[in-house]
């Protein structure tokens, strides 16, 4: 999916001013990946995938790997105070 995200438990280990109660903190977004083409930034909070709640990468992960290239997923994120929906097409493992 080109991201890297944290869990809600070690956010606080890395900026103790970023707060979240449920999904994964999007900390960096990889050039030209699946992600880097869509409207996702840095600082959103996943909460769910095609309807999946999320607590870890690790849930991410699982379910990113369960997916086949050109996969369409749909994200659920949160940015501040705003909920949005954003799909992505997955790229090559």
């Given at each position: ?14 900026n ?49 790997y ?28």
């Amino acid at each position: 999916m080109g991201v890297y995200a944290y869990d809600k438990e070690v956010i606080p280990y890395l900026n103790s001013n970023i707060s979240f109660s449920k999904g994964i903190y999007v900390a960096q977004i990889i050039k030209n990946g699946p992600a880097y083409k869509t409207d996702i930034k840095e600082g959103d909070i996943i909460t769910s995938i095609d309807g999946i709640e999320l607590n870890t990468m690790n849930d991410l992960r699982e379910y990113i790997y369960s997916r086949k290239p050109n996969d369409i997923v749909n994200l659920q994120i949160s940015r501040g105070r705003i909920n949005k929906s954003i799909s992505i097409t997955l790229g090559k493992k």
